[in-house]
C-alpha cells in the first residue's frame, strides 16, 4: 500500500512540473522595428516560416519625447539586427494571440547571462516601465533596471523626476512603484 501512494505521488508531482513547467525559448529574428517596444519576427523552430508580431512585455516607449522615442527606435534596432534572440511570452500570455506578448533575448556565448532587451532598454532610460504589463516574476528586476537609468539621470530621467518608492500591502518586504 506504501509503494503504490508513494508511485501516485511521484506520477502527480511529475505531471504537476510538466503542466507548469516553461516552455522552452523561441527562436526568432527581428525583420521590422515597428516601435521601440513593438517588433516584427521570424520564428526560426518550424519548417513553415511564421512571421508574428511581438510587443515588449513592461516598457513603454517615452511619447511626446521624439528625439528620445528615435533613440530608443536606434537602439532597439542595434540591439536585435542580426543577433541571434530567444522570445518568452510574458506570463498570461501564449502564441494563440495575435500579438506576442513577452521578453527578448540576445543569445549570450559561453557563460555569459543573455541579456534582456526589454531591461536593456529600460536601464539606459529610453523608455518607461508598465507595471502592469510585466510578469510579478520579473517586476523586481523592471523596477531595479528602470531605478537604475533613475539614480545615473540616463535618458528620460536626465529631466523626469522619479517618483518616490512605496510599500506594497501585498508583499511588506517589497518595494513597489
Known sequence: MKRITWVILILLLSLVQVAFSQE????????????????????????????????????VPTLGNEPLYERALQRVKELTREKELAFDFALGHGPEEKVWVGYLYISSSGNEEPILVNAELLREGLVTLDEGDVGRNLLGYFIEAQEEAQEKKVGFWTVATPRAKRKSNECPSCEIR
Open 24 to 59: 522552452s525559448l523561441i527562436a526568432v529574428r527581428v525583420v521590422r522595428w515597428v516601435r521601440p517596444h513593438i517588433l516584427v519576427g521570424e520564428v526560426l523552430q518550424k519548417e513553415v516560416e511564421q512571421r508574428v508580431r511581438i510587443r515588449l512585455a513592461g516598457i
